[in-house]
């Protein structure tokens, strides 16, 4: 079938703009370009063989089973549909076809430069399937999900909803739990170092070709008063909770601008809207997340990224766990000996019998984040309401109130 390319065509134009779309891709160093858009490339693609060879008819002559044995097809391309298993026969331009050939969907390829068109010796239809059938669904990458704490429970609760979840912690140990689901892909990810991060995108990108979202939930807990915190503890929480949320983000920053599509949650905490004390190294790290994430918002929103910073309030987890460990390892206090009850109390306040579980924190969080609009601001749990009226109090009484707690 021939098709006028004359300007009047609106078939032609089409073909024209798809054409003009994949000239220029280059098989090595566009593969990756390729991967991010693979639904668009999908849909331009159809397109392109509807326009050209028409409405699809199904070849009887055909099927998987011989194409899979490598069966010679002639000057015809055989072209996967959205079922899987259900084969088209038709031909189209050559460079209509390079995405394909990029993703290595075909496993043999013979350029016939007489005729512009590819003749497939074999199609990896369960590749293709694979792909097709992954497509539509949220691909999201969550640090921090050691089991029991919340972005264990946030990786559940995105998985719930049919997404492709990549759950990272230091060690994929602490994420045993998930290894035989198939909704996991799980990564072994360290946020203090580049390396780590580099490689866990990188493996995340080239399993699926895209992050949609990103959730910065890894972060540690530090209790100490700050006039005798050692450095080294305020380099550490601060190097984990907001330098390692930017390495994530700059990594992954570019591929989401390729597609002009993503989001980044940031998870902070209550807490920085009115610290109080024996926190304020962990508060004051929230803090600078929750400023980062405001100014992300507005830079990164001339791009198509939505971004979403989120504050628990008392979320059952085991933060005061690390947190114990963290204090194992504070010297002994000089001056703030006599309030060490009081500093101690502090590891535990989030961790009460009414404080709000984890898994129903994650799937409000889930609910929020999915949606087609998210906000920009979500807070959740036991305290925010309370903590939120601190942030509005005048500092005279919030000092006052936090007195008589502590």
């Not at 492709?164 to 198939?182: A, F």
């Not at 910065?216 to 100490?224: C, I, M, P």
């Not at 002009?260 to 508060?283: D, T």
């Not at 400023?291 to 939505?306: K, P, V």
């Amino acid at each position: 079938m021939r098709v006028s390319m004359a300007p009047s065509n609106p078939i032609s134009r089409t073909v024209t703009s798809a054409l003009s779309l994949f000239s220029g891709l280059d098989i090595e160093s566009d593969r990756l370009w390729i991967k991010q858009n693979f639904p668009e490339c999908l849909h331009i693609l159809w397109q392109i063989v509807e326009a050209v060879a028409g409405p699809p008819r199904t070849s009887k002559a055909l099927s998987s089973a011989t194409c899979s044995k490598g069966t010679m097809l002639g000057a015809e391309i055989v072209w996967l549909m959205a079922k899987p298993n259900q084969l088209f026969a038709c031909s189209v331009p050559a460079v209509a076809l390079q995405p394909l050939l990029v993703l290595g969907m075909v496993t043999e390829v013979v350029i016939s430069t007489t005729i512009n068109c590819y003749r497939f010796l074999c199609l990896d239809s369960p590749k293709l399937a694979f792909l097709m059938a992954d497509s539509e669904k949220e691909v999201v990458l969550i640090t921090g999900c050691s089991e029991g704490g919340i972005g264990y429970a946030l990786a559940r609760a995105f998985a719930s909803q049919g997404c492709l979840v990549v759950p990272t912690s230091r060690s994929l140990s602490s994420m045993k739990s998930l290894e035989n689901d198939p909704r996991f892909f799980l990564q072994e990810l360290d946020v203090v170092s580049e390396e780590s991060v580099r490689r866990a995108v990188a493996n995340t990108l080239d399993k699926f070709g895209r992050i949609d979202v990103l959730v910065n939930n890894a972060g540690v807990h530090l209790v100490a008063p700050l006039a005798e915190a050692p450095m080294s503890a305020v380099e550490h929480i601060f190097d984990t909770n907001v330098y390692g949320p930017m390495r994530l983000i700059q990594s992954i920053f570019p591929h989401m601008v390729v597609r002009r599509k993503g989001k980044i949650v940031n998870i902070g905490s209550v807490s920085a809207l009115a610290p109080g004390p024996w926190a304020g190294v962990y508060s004051a790290s929230k803090a600078a997340l929750h400023a980062l994430t405001d100014t992300l918002r507005l830079e990164l929103s001339n791009f198509g990224i939505s971004v979403i910073s989120v504050a628990p309030g008392a979320i059952r987890s085991n933060i005061a766990n690390s947190s114990a460990v963290s204090y194992g390892k504070m010297p002994e206090w000089k001056f703030y000996k006599p309030f060490e009850s009081s500093i101690r109390a502090r590891m535990v306040v989030s961790q009460g019998p009414e404080s709000t579980p984890a898994e129903e924190f994650a799937k409000k969080t889930v609910a929020m984040v999915l949606k087609k609009n998210p906000p920009a601001w979500f807070s959740y749990g036991k305290l925010s309401t309370i903590m939120a009226i601190l942030y509005h109090l005048p500092l005279s009484i919030r000092d006052y109130i936090y007195r008589l707690k502590f």
